[in-house]
């Protein structure tokens, strides 16, 4: 049987607030209480947020724990585990002195171990005539026991915050998918609708997510985007109901227009709203440029991919898509047909791509189109830069995010 008679650090560190609680949580440990270690690790590890406790310092508890010998953490049986500096380095894969020292440290100050310091600060036990210890120095895993229950409390709420965290991000997924195809299927099937403010209202939403946040600041943002998501949907329902309701009032009416196989000729300004479907044949010019694959224009630019019905596999997929997107983002047939026609219609949707990715850097996307077009002509355009630009942002994004 053990008694601790040290509540003070050895040298010249102080006594600080913290050291108390650990005592007092050590102190106020239930007689007889037992925990497996093991689990209340695991706890801990996962409460570490809470905690306020480092990786490297849970790897310094793990090593801890290994110097005491049985599985459970028994209330008054030999908690005190005292290993060499040394020694508890090799535990911890080779952990430098100075930085095991502040590891345990951190250990202290969160109230996961108690410093049970000797005279000289040396770390040991004192045996009896009888073998068993009676005397220890070194650090107490008691507030491990004593807050067991705490500690699992704690692990359950950080659980319970992860799940709720990503049902959130699932349902922000969904609803950014969802907003995307209804816009690129009103697009593509002329449906009256003002989808260039309804895909400006997604962009601004949508570039709100920061790409490492909380349930409270996504938890706003998915609800933005559910109703918007509500009011693009509506915009399609209104169409089916006015189609359903025409159809009924006038089958033969609709059959004789249908059956008009040239409606440009009775409607002039149709062609001039639909333009580019019609306006140039992706032949003209359109070989993918030379050393940019598909799968580095996808890494640039995969907001893309959200507006493509089917996915985009190969380069006409991108044209067809940037066809239906350069229509939300107000660039004008005339200003699409000139590109395709200066550029190549690959290279063009390309720019469309990046246009969408950049989002609000580009006020006018329309402009900024034919100012392309115009270096384009005089041969002074090139794509390399601007998928290059594109993706070291997304690489800074990323490795600032890690």
């Known amino acids: 049987m053990e008694t601790h008679i040290s509540t003070t650090p050895f040298g010249?560190?102080?006594?600080?607030?913290?050291?108390?609680?650990?005592?007092?949580?050590?102190?106020?440990?239930?007689?007889?209480a037992s925990a497996n270690k093991w689990q209340v690790f695991r706890a801990?590890?996962?409460a570490k947020g809470l905690l306020g406790a480092s990786d490297r310092a849970l790897a310094v508890l793990n090593a801890l724990l290994s110097f005491h010998p049985d599985s459970d953490l028994v209330a008054g049986e030999g908690l005190v585990v005292f290993p060499s500096n040394a020694q508890l380095a090799l535990r911890a894969h080779g952990m430098a002195?100075?930085?095991?020292?502040?590891?345990?440290?951190?250990?202290?100050?969160?109230?996961?171990?108690?410093?049970?310091?000797?005279?000289?600060?040396?770390?040991?036990?004192?045996?009896?005539?009888?073998?068993?210890?009676?005397?220890?120095?070194?650090f107490d895993l008691t507030p491990l026991l004593a807050r067991a229950a705490e500690?699992?409390?704690?692990?359950?709420?950080?659980?319970?915050?992860?799940?709720?965290?990503?049902?959130?991000?699932?349902?922000?997924?969904?609803?950014?998918?969802?907003?995307?195809?209804?816009?690129?299927?009103?697009?593509?099937?002329?449906?009256a609708a003002d989808w260039q403010r309804l895909h400006l209202e997604y962009r601004e939403i949508a570039s709100q997510?920061?790409?490492?946040?909380?349930?409270?600041?996504?938890?706003?943002?998915?609800?933005?985007?559910?109703?918007?998501?509500?009011?693009?949907?509506?915009?399609?329902?209104?169409?089916?109901?006015?189609?359903?309701?025409?159809?009924?009032?006038?089958?033969?009416?609709?059959h004789i227009q249908n059956s008009n196989t040239h409606p440009h000729e009775l409607e002039p300004g149709l062609e001039?709203?639909?333009?580019?479907?019609?306006?140039?044949?992706?032949?003209?010019?359109?070989?993918?440029?030379?050393?940019?694959?598909?799968?580095?224009?996808?890494?640039?630019?995969?907001?893309i991919a959200d507006y493509a019905r089917n996915g985009i596999s190969g380069w006409g997929e991108l044209v067809e898509?940037?066809?239906?997107?350069?229509?939300?983002?107000?660039v004008s047939p005339d200003a699409w047909n000139q590109a395709c026609e200066a550029m190549g219609a690959v290279d063009a949707a390309i720019m469309v791509a990046a246009m969408l990715?950049?989002?609000?850097?580009?006020?006018?996307?329309g402009g900024y189109l034919r100012s392309l077009t115009a270096k384009a002509k005089a041969g002074d355009f090139s794509i390399g830069p601007v998928l290059m630009a594109l993706l070291r942002g997304r690489g800074g994004a990323q490795a600032r995010a890690g």
Do not use: W
């Open 12 to 32: 010249r560190r102080p006594l600080t607030l913290a050291m108390m609680a650990g005592q007092m949580a050590a102190g106020g440990c239930a007689p007889g």
């Open 44 to 46: 801990v590890c996962e």
């Open 97 to 138: 002195p100075a930085t095991l020292r502040r590891h345990l440290s951190v250990l202290v100050d969160c109230g996961l171990v108690v410093r049970r310091d000797s005279p000289n600060g040396k770390r040991y036990a004192r045996k009896g005539f009888d073998g068993a210890i009676e005397q220890a120095f070194g």
């Open 151 to 191: 500690f699992e409390r704690m692990a359950e709420a950080v659980r319970a915050e992860r799940r709720a965290l990503l049902l959130v991000r699932e349902r922000i997924t969904i609803l950014r998918r969802d907003i995307a195809k209804m816009i690129a299927f009103g697009l593509e099937e002329g449906i």
């Open 209 to 254: 997510i920061p790409r490492t946040a909380s349930r409270l600041e996504l938890e706003p943002i998915a609800q933005e985007l559910a109703v918007l998501a509500q009011e693009v949907r509506k915009a399609l329902e209104s169409h089916v109901n006015s189609e359903e309701t025409s159809a009924n009032e006038s089958h033969f009416e609709r």
């Open 272 to 303: 001039e709203d639909q333009g580019a479907t019609v306006a140039i044949k992706l032949e003209t010019r359109s070989l993918p440029p030379t050393g940019y694959p598909l799968g580095m224009v996808l890494r640039a630019c995969p907001d």
């Open 321 to 330: 898509t940037a066809n239906l997107v350069r229509g939300a983002l107000g």
């Open 357 to 365: 990715q950049k989002g609000e850097a580009i006020s006018s996307p």
